[in-house]
T-cell receptor, first 115, second 108 residues
Framework: GAGVSQSPSNKVTEKGKDVELRCDPISGHTALYWYRQSLGQGLEFLIYFQGNSAPDKSGLPSDRFSAERTGGSVSTLTIQRTQQEDSAVYLCASSLASSGLYGYTFGSGTRLTVV | KNEVEQSPQNLTAQEGEFITINCSYSVGISALHWLQQHPGGGIVSLFM???GKKKHGRLIATINIQEKHSSLHITASHPRDSAVYICAVHFGNEKLTFGTGTRLTIIP
């Protein structure tokens, strides 16, 4: 597609439920990133995928968070047993390659609200 | 510690004014990005630079590697420029470290 597509755009879930957030990057972009923006706070890195390499998971806040990227394209971020502190906007970005050599294209984000 | 600091945190100016937003970082970087986030909107990448200066329309971004400092300038500011501007850097790895953002409001 023309841009990075994320779905759903909004998700309200009950505490303790699992949620899945989807990111469809720009075709041909080998690098894919997940970031999170909590209310009133800055952006924080979650996880990074580059081609077939093992993902950099160093930003995931707990083992309730996981992500996968199938076929080097679509990525799914899964949050198990959601907590209220998980409420945030989850942003996906993709890039032609890694190492900051190319600009990023961000998706419009998924706003997650845990009630 | 790898840190990114932006100033000011908030900036209000009259339409037409020249705007400068500053970003400083603690150690050497491989690249720096300036991002724009409109209220309720997604993030748009404005510039990526590792040296020198880039210009796009009324926006200009500069970086001084020796001083570990970058500036984003907006000439002839307009109310539609009102947004949060975020500086983000690569500290030699793949992930971005973000500044806390500068909230810019341009008054007609």
């Amino acid at each position: 597609g023309a841009g990075v597509s994320q779905s759903p755009s909004n998700k309200v879930t009950e505490k303790g439920k699992d949620v899945e957030l989807r990111c469809d990057p720009i075709s041909g972009h080998t690098a894919l990133y997940w970031y999170r923006q909590s209310l009133g706070q800055g952006l924080e890195f979650l996880i990074y995928f580059q081609g077939n390499s093992a993902p950099d998971k160093s930003g995931l806040p707990s083992d309730r968070f996981s992500a996968e990227r199938t076929g080097g394209s679509v990525s799914t971020l899964t949050i198990q047993r959601t907590q209220q502190e998980d409420s945030a906007v989850y942003l996906c970005a993709s890039s032609l390659a890694s190492s900051g050599l190319y600009g990023y294209t961000f998706g419009s984000g998924t706003r997650l609200t845990v009630v | 510690k790898n840190e990114v600091e932006q100033s000011p945190q908030n900036l209000t100016a009259q339409e037409g004014e020249f705007i400068t937003i500053n970003c400083s970082y603690s150690v050497g970087i491989s690249a720096l990005h300036w991002l724009q986030q409109h209220p309720g909107g997604g993030i748009v990448s404005l510039f990526m630079l590792s040296s020198g200066k880039k210009k796009h329309g009324r926006l200009i971004a500069t970086i001084n590697i020796q001083e570990k400092h970058s500036s984003l300038h907006i000439t002839a500011s307009h109310p539609r420029d009102s947004a949060v501007y975020i500086c983000a850097v690569h500290f030699g790895n793949e992930k971005l470290t973000f500044g806390t953002g500068t909230r810019l409001t341009i008054i007609p």
